[in-house]
């Protein structure tokens, strides 16, 4: 009885220790991206290339209107403020910020529902983003670019 309670229990135990655990969201997983949703809404970059979480603090809000609003903390302790206007034409992403300077590149762009992503490819970079409200703290403490001299900051997008 007592060898058969222990078979079962290793039997268990490797069960749970062979299942897959690969849900963090890169296109490795079982996510079904699609071409077709909505961009307008607030979103948190939550992958950047290969890292399964990223390090850098993006937020982005596309509005109904073709304008955007980027909320950038990258290589910095300041969050940065961009506005501009975006255009998508299928599923390419293309934007010129405020201030008449184009985006590094355009993007191709592609949605999941479950949780809601939207996931932007410019060759070989990827980045996926999450539906996610930008945090008030961040709206506030928010540098405008022309006020801030003391560092160089790069553009994300």
Same mark, same amino acid.
Request: aromatic share 12%.
């Given at each position: 009885?007592?060898?058969?309670? &222990?078979? @079962?229990?290793? &039997?268990?135990? $490797? ?5 897959? !655990? !690969? ?11 699609? !071409? ?8 948190? $970059? ?8 990223? *390090? ?7 509005n109904e209107n073709n304008?955007?609003?980027?909320? +950038? ?8 403020? #961009?506005?501009?206007? @975006? ?5 390419? $992403? ?23 992503? &939207?996931?932007?490819v410019n060759g070989n970079?990827?980045?996926? #983003? ?5 945090? *008030? ?6 540098? +405008?670019? *022309?006020?801030?001299?003391?560092v160089a900051i790069e553009? @994300?997008?």
């Amino acid at each position: 009885m007592k060898i058969s309670k &222990i078979f @079962f229990a290793v &039997i268990a135990l $490797l069960a749970v220790a062979c299942t897959d !655990n !690969n849900n963090s969201g890169s296109t490795g997983d079982k996510t079904k991206w699609s !071409n077709e949703g909505n961009i307008c809404g607030e979103w948190k $970059l939550t992958q950047h290339g290969n890292d399964k979480e990223t *390090e850098i603090g993006v937020y982005i809000s596309f509005n109904e209107n073709n304008t955007f609003e980027l909320y +950038q903390r990258v290589y910095s302790v300041i969050w940065m403020h #961009y506005t501009g206007t @975006f255009n998508l034409d299928g599923t390419t $992403l293309s934007g010129v910020y405020s201030d008449g300077k184009a985006w590094g590149s355009t993007y191709t762009i592609s949605y999941a529902d479950s949780p809601k992503r &939207i996931r932007l490819v410019n060759g070989n970079e990827e980045a996926i #983003y999450s539906e996610s409200e930008i945090p *008030e703290y961040i709206v506030d403490e928010a540098q +405008q670019p *022309e006020n801030v001299r003391s560092v160089a900051i790069e553009r @994300f997008l």
